[in-house]
Each structure stands twice: as C-alpha cells, then as structure tokens.
C-alpha cells in the first residue's frame, strides 16, 4: 500500500487549504477500509484529525478541527481529501494522511503517506 499526500503550503490565518492523498496497493481492492488525517507538530505528539469509510458514510472529526476542516473520498481514483477552512497559526504542522482495515474511529491505521507541510501565518 503506498499513500501519497499532497497540498501543503503556506497560507495566511483564517485562509484555506486542500489537501490531498492518492492511494494505491490491494487495500483499495476491500470494501473495508478506512482513511484518515494526522498532523504533527514540532515537539508535540501525533494528532488524529479525521477519519472516514471507504463508503464515506462515516466520518469523525477530533474536536480541534470539527466545524474547520471536512474530509471526504473518491472511491474510484482511491483518493483522500482535506478541506482546511478558518486556518489557524496551531494548524501549523505536518499532515499525514493513514490507510487501514476497519473502522475509521480507531487508532490502529497501519498505512502512513510520508507527509506534506502546512504553515500558517499570523
């Protein structure tokens, strides 16, 4: 399974940004599999953003983005986007889309793309 994100820059506060995620490999072959959205920023731990199915039926957001930014798929081009919207300067970080079997609302994603920086100005 390869995943390949792209999107980031820098935007200005209360800006917004799309990110995008094109997947790959036999996980996208299954009918139950789960996408998601982590950010990193420098000195903090690994944050789950958003998750959703691969029916898009299901989506969850963490209460730091709920409202801000919407995660949605494309089955048939096996991608994964993130609208961004209202950026704040915390938004700052490294976004990192995951791939796994299951649900999207557990932690257990196996799949990670290698990652695309977002900065946001105050």
């Known amino acids: 399974v390869q995943l390949q994100a792209s999107g980031g820059g820098l935007v200005q506060a209360g800006g917004t940004l799309r990110l995008s995620c094109a997947g790959s490999?036999?996980?996208?072959?299954?009918?139950?599999?789960?996408m998601g959205w982590f950010r990193q920023a420098p000195g903090k731990e690994r944050e789950f953003l958003a998750g959703?199915?691969?029916?898009?039926?299901?989506?969850i957001y963490a209460d730091s983005v709920k409202g801000r930014f919407t995660i949605s798929n494309d089955n048939a081009k096996n991608t994964l986007h993130l609208q961004m919207s209202g950026l704040k300067p915390e938004d700052t970080a490294v976004y990192y889309c995951?791939?796994?079997?299951?649900?999207?609302?557990?932690?257990?994603?196996?799949?990670w793309g290698q990652g695309t920086q977002v900065t946001v100005s105050s």
């Open positions: 995951a791939a796994k079997l299951g649900r999207p609302d557990t932690p257990n994603y196996s799949y």
């Open positions: 959703i199915d691969w029916s898009g039926s299901m989506r």
């Open positions: 490999g036999r996980l996208f072959e299954r009918y139950n599999y789960a």
